[in-house]
């Protein structure tokens, strides 16, 4: 099973500004890796697949970054909207398919 | 715009089975895979196992397999998990979510989730 790991576990961010969130996979995934948003109360939104593209629907201040092991989520400027969780998964190595245990970008 | 309307929570004591479905609406039923993703506070996102309703095959994960059953009906364009020998770690919200046929298992679409509680 290919372990997902997310960093930081928490992100303080005041609007406006830039954030990078990391996600790391135990071995490679190539760039089987997806990233999602999630609201309280609500279910994931994809955001990007294949490491890289955005999903429909999906502003381009949000972008993702790497293959193998390492990937990043980057949102260039933090809109209210944009505070949540985020997680990762890969889809390159399964059964199972595995998330990340999430970033939660918040508030500064 | 394709929606996934899943079945109201559930009260299941430890032991039993619950059964939650997922009607898909507003696109080919035929087109994707459906699966099932669990939430807990404590395990975060779990994945469960999925079903390709064009051939009518399931995947499962190790940790559920045995206990899980993924079935779709085509006439209806519904997609059922059956989760068996309940325990109170099963309390959770369940997520049916929608993946591209072919390689690519990512969700681009989810059920808006079902709380299943697990009490004596």
């Known amino acids: 099973e290919i372990l997902m790991t997310q960093s930081p576990a928490t992100l303080s961010v005041s609007p406006g500004e830039r954030a990078t969130l990391s996600c790391r996979a135990s071995q490679g995934v190539s760039s089987d890796l997806a990233w999602y948003q999630q609201k309280p109360g609500q279910a994931p939104r994809l955001l990007i697949y294949g490491a890289s593209t955005r999903a429909t629907g999906v502003p381009p201040r949000f972008s993702g970054n790497g293959s193998g092991t390492e990937f990043t989520l980057t949102i260039s400027s933090l809109q209210s909207e944009d505070f949540a969780v985020y997680y990762c998964q890969q889809y390159h190595n399964w059964p199972p398919l595995t998330f990340g245990p999430g970033t939660k970008v918040d508030i500064k | 715009q394709v929606q996934l309307v899943q079945s109201g929570p559930e009260v299941k004591k430890p032991g039993s089975s619950v059964k939650v479905s997922c009607k898909a609406s507003g696109d080919i039923f035929s087109d994707y895979t459906f699966s099932w993703v669990r939430q807990t506070p404590g395990r975060g996102l779990e994945w469960m196992g999925r079903?390709?309703?064009?051939?009518?095959?399931?995947n499962y994960a190790q940790n559920f397999q045995g206990r899980v059953t993924i079935t779709a009906d085509k006439s209806t364009n519904t997609a059922y998990m059956e989760l068996s020998s309940l325990t109170f770690e099963d309390a959770a919200v369940y997520y049916c979510?929608?993946?591209?046929?072919?390689?690519?298992?990512?969700?681009?679409?989810w059920g808006r989730g079902t709380l299943v509680t697990v009490s004596s």
């Open positions: 079903i390709i309703p064009l051939i009518d095959a399931a």
């Open positions: 979510a929608r993946g591209p046929l072919g390689a690519d298992n990512y969700f681009d679409s």
